[in-house]
């Protein structure tokens, strides 16, 4: 059964930093490109920033700058280590995990940037 596990949301004010994880099983991680995404109330679903089983990142524009992806393949783990966080980047971000193999999501972590 695959599994993906979000942590690390919260309430912070703005300019403030969190770090979200996101802890795999039920998969063979090294497989799978790793991805964030977020969905503000009302809005779709965006990328927020991907890393593939290579290592190679991308971000979307609005979080360059800001927020950092990575991995840790011995621990089935993607992290989002975000900073000077904004009210705008206040959503519900998702984990998926995507190869040839599957695309799977996790529930979804609350972030909210408020002061």
């Known amino acids: 059964q695959v599994q993906l596990v979000e942590s690390g949301g919260g309430l912070v004010q703005p300019g403030g930093s969190l770090r979200l994880s996101c802890a795999a099983s039920?998969?063979?991680?090294?497989?799978?490109?790793m991805g964030w995404y977020r969905q503000a109330a009302g809005k779709q679903r965006e990328l927020v920033a991907t890393i593939t089983s290579g290592g190679i990142i991308d971000y979307t524009d609005s979080v360059k700058g800001r927020f950092t992806i990575s991995r840790d393949n011995a621990k089935n783990t993607v992290f989002l280590q975000m900073n000077s966080l904004k009210s705008e980047d206040t959503a519900v971000y998702y984990c998926?995990?995507?190869?040839?193999?599957?695309?799977?999501w996790g529930q979804g972590t609350q972030v909210t940037v408020s002061s």
């Open positions: 039920g998969i063979i991680f090294t497989y799978y490109n």
């Open positions: 998926k995990a995507f190869s040839w193999i599957g695309t799977h």
